[in-house]
């Protein structure tokens, strides 16, 4: 049986954006990372589990910083001079993700963390009628 050889996907530019949104979602089991445009397009996106991680290891900061490197080639590909950068989520992944931006020289003009929060709590338990 022939062995599996990886092929490089190459990165399919449709258009140059100089100002690009990268959010982040970095949940307890998973980290996402999504290159949108200002209007919300999608350019590119990556997670720890389509990089390879399995279990326990997409959870953790060092799967968060090869998904983020992996759509930084997209960022470098479109020629972007700038990024927003949105975070949302209370998962191990937010600081590398932070970290491999500051490698990859990017300028970002704001970071805006939009994780949700409760508020109200939840409502108490009916009274048992007997």
Known sequence: MPKKTALKKKIKIKRKVPIVRICLNAAFNNSIVTLTDLEGKVLAWSSAGHQGFKG???STPFAAQRVTEAVLETYKAIDANSAHLVIKGAGMGRDSFLRAIQNANISVE?????TGFPFGGVSARKRRRV
């Not at 704001?110 to 939009?114: E, G």
């Open 56 to 58: 326990a290891k997409k």
């Open 110 to 114: 704001s970071i805006n963390d939009v």
